[in-house]
């Protein structure tokens, strides 16, 4: 691969965002791409709370001053081991940057729940105070930058539930960093990708060959989509990349369904502009390794 193809191809990946300016041109797609993001969470939001209010009343109690507050009511359908609580409330508009953050925690009197609680909370609290942080001293050096941290509660099956941590920063363009945190609803316990599988089953193979597979696919029927996975041995390397990173950097949920989601960060295994992606396991696929 030439010095000059290569250099093409990092910028056109994404690589190069942060080091160099970005056309006025590309600022306002961006722009465009986050208030659409932006309108579209808004969207699901609202919908989500109106389907909440009509299974169960849910109290909202603001926080303003970022400590941890009272419970905002039983998460629906789960029972009574968790409740929604604010950890963090912080918005921030100078007229240049502005910064949205709406992020709720978990609470239990029971112990083994309250345990696994207060470990979610903390890790949300450190992620959630790291973005708020930047987001602080980038407004200091008057830079510009969006940002939106929110938590949502994804896919309840009568298993398991997820909640999931979202942070889109922008600035001359957007990256979104998630992060999932899977409950089993009877045992009050966080799970792993491990814990679904039996003791010795090689899940780790057969779950990235299927992701792998799909990436593969999705290229092969569209030129708009680009995994480093497709690429040659040679790109990869310049990439930093190998097939073991669909493990390595997966998160995961359960969907309403129950198959395995696969997650990724932007960046993470494709070029920044494919978002973070996800990939389904159907559950036919690794039923002999499940527990």
Same mark, same amino acid.
């Given at each position: 691969?030439? #010095? $000059?193809?290569? +250099?093409?191809?990092?910028?056109?990946?994404?690589?190069?965002?942060?080091?160099?300016?970005? %056309? /006025?041109? *590309?600022?306002?797609?961006?722009?465009?791409?986050?208030?659409?993001?932006?309108?579209?969470?808004?969207?699901?939001i609202r919908n989500?709370?109106?389907?909440?209010?009509?299974?169960?009343?849910?109290?909202?109690?603001?926080n303003m001053n970022?400590?941890?507050?009272?419970?905002?009511?039983?998460?629906?359908?789960?029972?009574?081991?968790?409740?929604?609580?604010?950890?963090?409330?912080?918005?921030?508009?100078?007229?240049?940057?502005?910064?949205?953050?709406?992020?709720?925690?978990?609470?239990?009197?029971?112990?083994?729940?309250?345990?696994?609680? #207060? $470990?979610?909370? +903390?890790?949300?609290?450190?992620?959630?105070?790291?973005?708020?942080?930047?987001?602080?001293? %980038? /407004?200091? *050096?008057?830079?510009?930058?969006?940002?939106?941290?929110?938590?949502?509660?994804?896919?309840?099956?009568?298993?398991y539930f997820t909640?999931?941590?979202?942070?889109?920063?922008?600035?001359?363009?957007?990256?979104?960093?998630?992060?999932?945190?899977?409950?089993?609803?009877?045992?009050?316990?966080?799970?792993?990708?491990?814990?679904?599988?039996?003791?010795?089953?090689?899940?780790?193979?057969?779950?990235?060959?299927?992701?792998?597979?799909?990436?593969?696919?999705?290229?092969?029927?569209?030129?708009?989509?680009?995994?480093?996975?497709?690429?040659?041995? $040679?790109?990869?390397?310049?990439?930093?990349?190998?097939?073991?990173?669909?493990?390595?950097?997966?998160?995961?949920?359960?969907?309403?369904?129950?198959?395995?989601?696969?997650?990724?960060?932007?960046?993470?295994?494709?070029?920044?502009?494919?978002?973070?992606?996800?990939?389904?396991?159907?559950?036919?696929?690794?039923?002999?390794?499940?527990?």
């Open positions: 691969m030439t #010095d $000059e193809f290569r +250099s093409l191809k990092n910028e056109y990946a994404g690589f190069s965002m942060s080091e160099k300016a970005v %056309n /006025e041109m *590309e600022a306002r797609i961006d722009q465009a791409k986050f208030e659409n993001r932006m309108e579209a969470r808004k969207k699901h989500w709370a109106v389907a909440a209010a009509a299974a169960l009343t849910i109290f909202i109690l603001p970022a400590s941890v507050a009272n419970a905002m009511g039983n998460l629906p359908g789960i029972g009574g081991f968790f409740q929604l609580i604010t950890l963090r409330d912080f918005h921030a508009d100078n007229g240049r940057q502005t910064a949205n953050v709406d992020v709720a925690g978990l609470k239990s009197d029971d112990k083994t729940a309250k345990k696994t609680a #207060d $470990e979610i909370n +903390s890790e949300i609290k450190s992620l959630t105070d790291k973005y708020v942080a930047d987001f602080k001293q %980038n /407004e200091k *050096e008057k830079g510009f930058e969006n940002l939106d941290v929110d938590t949502e509660v994804i896919d309840k099956t009568d298993k909640l999931k941590l979202s942070a889109l920063m922008t600035q001359a363009d957007s990256y979104q960093e998630n992060h999932y945190y899977t409950i089993d609803i009877n045992t009050g316990k966080q799970i792993q990708l491990k814990d679904l599988f039996k003791d010795g089953a090689d899940y780790k193979t057969v779950i990235r060959d299927d992701v792998k597979k799909q990436m593969l696919d999705q290229m092969k029927n569209s030129d708009e989509v680009m995994y480093w996975a497709g690429d040659t041995k $040679e790109d990869q390397k310049e990439m930093d990349y190998t097939d073991n990173d669909l493990i390595n950097k997966a998160s995961f949920y359960l969907n309403k369904d129950g198959n395995i989601v696969i997650c990724y960060n932007q960046g993470d295994v494709a070029p920044m502009y494919m978002g973070a992606p996800e990939f389904t396991i159907d559950n036919s696929t690794v039923k002999d390794l499940l527990k």
